[in-house]
C-alpha cells in the first residue's frame, strides 16, 4: 500500500494531474456508510486510471457552531488516515474550517472546488451532506452544478444498520453507553485504541494480572468498566486476546484521568515502547469499586474468564 498523499487545504494540494474522484465529508469512524461512499470514489478512478482522494475538514463544524459543546470525535486523524488508505484512498485533503470558509455561498462551494481542484472528475458524498452557508447546498445542487460543469457527482443513499440510518451520531451514543458491540456492527470493524505501551505501578502483577498500560487519551471517551479486547502489533502475527479496564481505577488510586489497561490472555511478548492496537470487542461490566484487592482479585479471575469463555465463541 502506498503512502498517502497528505495536502493541508485546497490551496496546498499538488496533486499529480490524473481524473480526480473526491469524496467528501468528516468520514469520522470511517464508518459502512462512508465506506459506500469511499467505495464509489475508488471505482470510478479505477475505471479510468484517476486517482481517488477525500476532502475532510478539521476542525469539526461543529466547533463553530456548538460553541462550548463540539461534538467529540471517534477517531484521531492518524486512525482516520489509516482506515481511509486500506480502502483505497490515495490523497487526503484537510481543509481548515474557518467561520470564512462556513460562510462560503452554497452556490460558489463547487466553482470554488474547481479552480483548486482543475482535475476534478467527479464528486461522491451521501445524500444526506450538506454544505455552504447556512448549510444551504444540497445533492440537488451538486447534481445541476456539476452536470453544468461537466462533472459526475454521486450521491448515494445513508445505509440503514440495527433499525436505523448508519451515522456517526449512533455510534458515538452507543460507544460513549459502552454498547461496543452495536457500535461495531454499524462501523463495520472494531472500534480501536492506539498508543504506546507506558511503564506503569506493576500491581496487576501482585494480582497475578499484569497489564499493559496503553498511553491513550480519546475525544470521545467510551463508558469507563471492563471490555473484551484483542491486541494487535508486530511482534506477533495474528491478534492477542484479552482484557481490558477503561477507567479510574477507584479500588486502587481515584486516578484523576481514565487509564487504559490490557491484560493479555496467555503468553505476551509486549512491553513498554511497543505500538499497540487495542480491538474493541465487547462489553463485560461497569467499573466499580471493591471492599479490597482481594475482592478485587476474585472479580479479575471472573473477568478473565468471561474475555476467555468469548474468545472461544461462547461469549
Known amino acids: 500500500m502506498n ?54 475538514f478539521d476542525p469539526h463544524p461543529s466547533v463553530f457552531f456548538r460553541t462550548g459543546e463540539p461534538v467529540r470525535l471517534l477517531m484521531t486523524p492518524g486512525a482516520k488516515t489509516r482506515a481511509l488508505a486500506e480502502l483505497g484512498i490515495a490523497a487526503i485533503i484537510t481543509q481548515t474550517f474557518t467561520p470564512e470558509f462556513a460562510g ?124 473484551v479486547v484483542q491486541v494487535w502489533g508486530a511482534k506477533t502475527a495474528g491478534a492477542l486476546r484479552g482484557v481490558a479496564n477503561y477507567g479510574l481505577r477507584p479500588t486502587v488510586e481515584q486516578a484523576s484521568e481514565p487509564r487504559l489497561e490490557v491484560h493479555v490472555l496467555g503468553d505476551c511478548p509486549y512491553g513498554p515502547g511497543d505500538s499497540l492496537r487495542v480491538d474493541w470487542l465487547a462489553f463485560v461490566r461497569p467499573e466499580q469499586k471493591f471492599a479490597d484487592l482481594a475482592a478485587l482479585r476474585a472479580q479479575i479471575e471472573k473477568d478473565r474468564a468471561a474475555a476467555a469463555a468469548y474468545s472461544l465463541g461462547v461469549g
Open 3 to 56: 503512502p498517502v498523499i497528505q495536502c493541508a487545504g485546497l490551496e496546498h494540494t499538488g496533486l499529480p494531474a490524473r481524473p480526480l474522484h473526491l469524496a467528501i465529508g468528516m468520514f469520522d469512524g470511517v464508518h459502512r456508510g462512508h465506506q459506500a461512499v469511499i467505495a464509489s470514489a475508488v471505482a470510478a478512478a479505477r475505471r479510468d486510471g484517476g486517482l481517488a482522494a477525500v476532502l475532510t
Open 104 to 227: 462560503m455561498a452554497a452556490e460558489d462551494f463547487l466553482p470554488h472546488l474547481r479552480r483548486h481542484l482543475p482535475q476534478l472528475a467527479g464528486i461522491h458524498v451521501g445524500d444526506n451532506w450538506r454544505f455552504g452557508r447556512g448549510r444551504a447546498g444540497d445533492a440537488a445542487l451538486l447534481r445541476s452544478q456539476g452536470a453544468a460543469m461537466g462533472l459526475g457527482v454521486v450521491a448515494l443513499s445513508r445505509l440503514a444498520g440495527d433499525g436505523g440510518p448508519i451515522s456517526s451520531t449512533r455510534i458515538r451514543a452507543l460507544v460513549a453507553a459502552g454498547d461496543i458491540a452495536p457500535a461495531n456492527a454499524l462501523l463495520g470493524r472494531p472500534y480501536a485504541a492506539e498508543g504506546i505501551v507506558t511503564p506503569g505501578r506493576q500491581l496487576g502483577r501482585t494480582l497475578d494480572f499484569p497489564t499493559l498500560n496503553l498511553a491513550w487519551t480519546p475525544d470521545l471517551q467510551p463508558r469507563h468498566g471492563v471490555y
